[in-house]
């Protein structure tokens, strides 16, 4: 069983550029949650997505944003990029999103470098 | 509000040699989950574990092993005859039952295995 697919791995953007990263879950799996990880803030949540609707966001400007597709793929964009962007993103994805009873399992993220 | 606490930042030991990675926690929640999840350096979050809150029976699985005491909101880890495969960063991580459900992790504890 595949795991979870994120595209591309790294990317290097200018300030004021826009970037979409793309996920794949694991095969089966509905919820796809997204996360930000920098030295100083370490690993911060920043959306999930359940059945192409957003059901959770965290605390970042409305220049994040994401959607779900039917087959459960996610994208993520930034737009108007800032230096404080560049960070590892990564994608998590479960069956149902309730961890009471499933496990988040992590793709190996898409490094961005915001020059 | 959610926090997870790993005190330790960085930890080095030579291979063979048992270490302890601490994790201490806060909620206010009854019913929650914790998790350590450890990540290599090729950047992706390898699940290890999952704990409920009403579970505090310790668990080894090989050479690890796992201390929960809900007393001290504690949910320490601990690797057994260390090897250099091990040289990763490990984080912690509550996912609470109510409430803004989002998984909060712990700033990671960097464990460098040498030879």
């Known amino acids: 069983k595949a795991g979870v697919t994120q595209t591309p791995r790294y990317l290097i953007k200018t300030r004021g550029q826009q970037v979409t990263l793309s996920c794949s879950p694991i095969?089966?799996?509905?919820?796809v949650s997204w996360y930000q990880q920098t030295p100083g803030q370490g690993l911060q949540f920043l959306f999930e997505y359940f059945s192409e609707t957003q059901r959770n966001k965290g605390n970042f400007p409305g220049r994040f944003s994401g959607r779900q597709f039917s087959n459960s793929r996610s994208e993520m964009n930034v737009s108007t990029l800032e230096l404080g962007d560049s960070a590892l993103y990564l994608c998590a994805s479960s069956l149902s999103g309730s961890l009471a009873k499933n496990i988040q399992y992590f793709g190996a993220g898409t490094r961005l470098s915001v020059l | 509000a959610q926090k997870v606490t790993q005190a330790q930042t960085e930890i080095s030991v030579v291979e063979k040699e048992d270490v302890t990675l601490d994790c201490v926690y806060e909620t206010r929640d009854t019913t929650y989950y914790l998790f350590w999840y450890k990540q290599p350096p090729s950047g992706e979050l390898v699940f290890l574990i999952r704990?409920?809150?009403?579970?505090?029976q310790n668990e080894i699985s090989g050479r690890y092993s796992w201390n929960f005491q809900k007393s001290t909101s504690s949910f320490n880890f601990t690797i057994t005859a260390s090897q250099v495969v091990d040289s990763a960063v490990y984080f912690c991580a509550l996912w609470p039952n109510t409430g803004f459900q989002k998984l909060v992790f712990g700033t990671g504890t960097r464990l460098l295995v040498s030879p």
């Open positions: 095969s089966g799996h509905r919820s």
């Open positions: 704990r409920n809150s009403f579970d505090e």
